[in-house]
Each structure stands twice: as structure tokens, then as C-alpha cells.
């Protein structure tokens, strides 16, 4: 017996969720059957492309889906989730997490009180080479990240520490997972109100140092996440996918040791598209998501947390 494909769809579909909706699409074992957005003209040409409704009001989608992509901007992530888990509705929630603290929290309640799927959208967990690190590298000692990128006008609700920077601080925490002791940090404003240009110098229970450093006003586009570790150094780049890993090892009857060095990774994987099947899984098993909302509320407390110290500077 052939299984039902899960009905999906997506609320808010600019650029970012007109993606989801792509993926969506084309994804085996899921039916978009609709698309939600404020603009109503934008909701109908996604529509149109990718063969589905377009829903004029959020119930009449959530009325007729099992799960949901939230794209929305920020501010409106909780109003936009709660209004899904409310009526039983599995949420796949984009990053940050949510404007607030309170508000992720009354997510993750939410979701654990109604037995749904909350996954939130660390799109780089799902990056092969963010894989590849967190299989190849124990207790990290020094973690050194450049996350930077050319001006953009989208994602220019929130500051660069939440729109970019929140992507390293969850993989910094999957990699380390102890509480952050010490922070300093630094940020300035260049093209927005908001802070643009951002370093955080974080020191952690275990030991760990990390830098990390977030730019949305930046020529180039690097993403680099480079890792120190006892015997190991892997250095990932999240833009080819792939990561290169060194170690120090000692040959059987040797006493000299040598470096290895391995490319591993897949370029041709897209993030999303494996992010949303990682997302579909747990809609169809009820299994926890990768990414859960615990996940995105710790890398959100940590963001806020940098932002304060900021504010002292």
C-alpha cells in the first residue's frame, strides 16, 4: 500500500520561502497544497509557479495541512507558530527562532504540550560540512569563525548577530554543549540602524574559546568555521560543503608522527532540501527534529546575550 504524501505548506514565500516552496514541490512523500503571505500578489505568483492554492487567509491553509514552513519576518514568527501548534499543526520555524526569549519559550511549551514537531531553521546543521565536523572533532579547544557577506535588503529586521551570526553560535554550542562563562563582544551599525559589522570573543565551562565574527557589509562572501581540537583541526567551508580535516597521528612502530589531511563533504547537496527532509522525517515518524526548539532557543539566548554586552561596551 502506497503511503499518503503529508500535506505541507508554506506562510510567507519571499525570498526565503518561495525556496521552501520549491523544495516543497518537488519533495517525495509531501503535497504542497498552499502557500500564505501578506502580499497577496506574491502569494499568487509562487502559486502559480509551483502549481498549488494560494491561500488568502492563514486558517484556511492550517485548516488543510499537517505541517508548515514559517518564513515570515521575524517579529512575526511566534504569532505565525503559535497559530499553527495551536490547532495541532507540525511547525518547521526559520531562524531566529523568534524576537524574544518569552516568546521561544512559549513555543517550546507549546509544541511539548500539543505533541507537535517544532524544528527550527539552522539551515547549517544541515550543511555537509557541518556534518563532517561535528563527526570529526571532540572537545574543541579553539574555534575561530568569519561568517561574512555583501549588503542585501532582505533580513533587515533584525541585526547581523540574529540574521547571521546565530547560525555559528548553534553549531558552536552542538560542538560544545557547556554553559558560556565569559563574552565580549563588539558591533557597529555601517549601512542600517542596526548593528551590521559584529565580533564575540565567548569562553566556555569546558574550556572552549571561540571568535566569531559576522558581517553583512563585507566584498566577499566567506563562511569559514575553523576548529582547534587535541590532534585534530578541521577547517569547514560552508559555501563548497565541504570540510578538510587534519589529525596528528603516530604509524604503528613509529615513534615519529604525521599529519593526515582528507577532503570530505558533498558540494551537490542542497542545505535545504535536506533540512526539510530531515523536517519530514520527524512529521512522519514523530520522531524529535534535528534541530529542535530547545536548540533554537539556546542559540537565541546566546545571540541576545552577545547583543547585551554590546550594549555595555
Not at 202 to 228: D, H, M, P, Q, Y
Not at 282 to 287: A, G, P, Q, T, Y
Request: hydrophobic share 45%; with cysteine; glycine share 6%.
Amino acid at each position: 500500500m502506497t503511503e499518503k504524501p503529508v500535506p505541507v505548506g508554506v506562510v510567507g514565500v519571499g525570498a526565503l520561502g518561495r525556496h521552501h516552496a520549491r523544495v516543497w514541490a518537488a519533495l517525495e512523500g509531501a503535497r504542497l497544497v498552499g502557500v500564505h503571505d501578506t502580499d497577496a500578489a506574491r502569494a499568487e505568483a509562487v502559486a502559480t509557479e509551483f502549481g498549488c492554492p494560494a491561500c488568502p487567509a492563514l486558517d484556511s491553509l492550517l485548516a488543510e495541512v499537517q505541517a508548515v514552513s514559517v518564513a515570515v519576518p521575524t517579529a512575526s514568527h511566534h504569532a505565525v507558530a503559535r497559530q499553527a501548534l495551536e490547532k495541532g499543526r507540525d511547525v518547521l520555524l526559520e531562524k531566529p527562532m523568534t524576537a524574544t526569549l518569552a516568546e521561544a519559550d512559549e513555543l517550546v511549551e507549546l509544541a511539548e504540550r500539543v505533541g507537535a514537531r517544532l524544528q527550527v531553521g539552522h539551515i547549517e546543521r544541515f550543511n555537509p560540512a557541518t556534518e563532517e565536523l561535528l563527526a570529526a572533532v571532540k572537545a574543541p579547544r579553539f574555534i575561530e569563525v568569519h561568517r561574512l557577506g555583501s549588503f542585501s535588503p532582505r533580513s533587515l529586521d533584525v541585526d547581523v548577530v540574529l540574521d547571521l551570526m546565530v547560525h555559528d553560535l548553534d553549531i558552536v554550542l552542538a560542538l560544545d554543549g557547556s554553559r558560556p562563562t565569559q563574552i565580549e563582544a563588539v558591533g557597529i551599525p555601517v549601512l542600517t540602524p542596526k548593528v551590521d559589522i559584529a565580533n564575540a570573543r565567548l569562553k566556555f565551562e569546558s574550556g572552549l574559546i571561540a571568535n566569531v565574527t559576522a558581517s553583512r557589509v563585507s566584498l566577499e562572501k566567506v563562511r569559514k568555521f575553523r576548529v582547534f581540537a587535541p590532534r585534530t583541526y578541521v577547517s569547514a567551508d560552508f559555501t563548497a560543503r565541504e570540510a578538510q580535516i587534519f589529525r596528528l597521528e603516530a604509524p604503528d612502530g613509529s615513534d615519529r608522527p604525521r599529519i593526515s589531511s582528507e577532503k570530505r563533504g558533498a558540494p551537490a547537496e542542497e542545505p535545504l532540501k535536506r533540512q526539510i527532509e530531515a523536517f519530514l522525517r520527524s512529521v512522519k515518524d514523530r520522531s524529535e527534529p534535528v534541530v529542535p526548539g530547545a536548540d533554537g532557543r539556546r542559540a537565541l539566548a546566546l545571540a541576545h546575550a552577545i547583543l547585551a554586552r554590546m550594549a555595555e561596551a
